[in-house]
């Protein structure tokens, strides 16, 4: 007789030390706003995005990832010249969605980070552009083909972050 579940008990929660669930998200947010001022380049990269991500995926809990992308979104607005609420926004959607993502698929397999990160990525920036258009008048543009590749640097970027942050993750 086969064996349906019905609930999330089968689906492996991770939780992370005080000073972990602190740390992690203040150095991506420290290294994002201070890394590129120094190297141009590594502005493609979201590492406060990646952050809300692993840590939505890894305690597949919405609540927890919707508050985490809040949390990390509105603290990396606080560093930016753009108006409050920009990257609260989007973030805590792609919270939301990652957690609600890492609860009905294995999300530890490499493929499946790398996919989610890169539609993730590209879900966070229609956010953000449309928000920063639509409610903040913003003059920005939008290049799909930048974004696109983008996307695959932050899709690859995750893929080894996540392998290093793993390390952190404590069962409940």
Known sequence: MPVFYDSQEQVEVYRFSFL????????ALFLQAFVPLRLPWFGVFDLPLLVVIFFAIARRSQISGLLTGAVIGLLQDSLTHQPIGLYGIAKTVVGF???SLGVKIDVENIGARF??????YLVHQIIYFVVARGMAQLDLHWSWSHESLASLANGFLAV???AVLDRLKQRT
Not at 20 to 27: D, E, M, Q
Not at 115 to 120: A, D, H, M
């Open 20 to 27: 972990t669930a602190i740390f992690i998200p203040l150095a």
């Open 97 to 99: 969605g990652a957690s």
């Open 115 to 120: 996919l989610g990160t890169v539609f993730f």
């Open 160 to 162: 080894l972050l996540f």
